[in-house]
Nanobody, 120 residues
Framework: QVQLVESGGGLVQPGGSLRLSCAAS????????MGWYRQAPGKQRELVAR??????????NYADSVKGRFTISRDNAKNTAYLQMNSLKPEDTAVYYC???????????WGQGTQVTVSS
């Protein structure tokens, strides 16, 4: 069973930065696709960024709304994925969820979510 533990959320002023972390248990991390999703009140959960594992050579994808501001990365030695968020805007306010997509089974696992609030 894979467990994901997120940390790093909080309250930040517009223009500020936060870094989210997602620590995964188990030995499947390096080959898995890691993603960050977010869900704002009254809205559907959306993909923010994802990073492929050893199969995908670590390539990344971003939502248009965060390109140039957010950076996803991973440290396979620590079984941890990160989301560096810069130039935060009030519309980035949401609960952020970490996702692990196991390859090749495509089993998906979710973290418990961490609140990010951007407000002055």
């Amino acid at each position: 069973q894979v467990q994901l533990v997120e940390s790093g959320g909080g309250l930040v002023q517009p223009g500020g930065s936060l870094r989210l972390s997602c620590a995964a248990s188990g030995s499947i991390f390096s080959s898995s696709v890691m993603g960050w999703y977010r869900q704002a009140p009254g809205k559907q959960r959306e993909l923010v960024a994802r990073i492929f594992g050893s199969v995908g050579s670590g390539s990344t994808n971003y939502a248009d709304s965060v390109k140039g501001r957010f950076t996803i990365s991973r440290d396979n030695a620590k079984n941890t994925a990160y989301l560096q968020m810069n130039s935060l805007k009030p519309e980035d306010t949401a609960v952020y969820y970490c996702n692990l997509l196991r390859i090749p089974s495509m089993d998906a696992y979710w973290g418990q979510g961490t609140q990010v609030t951007v407000s002055s």
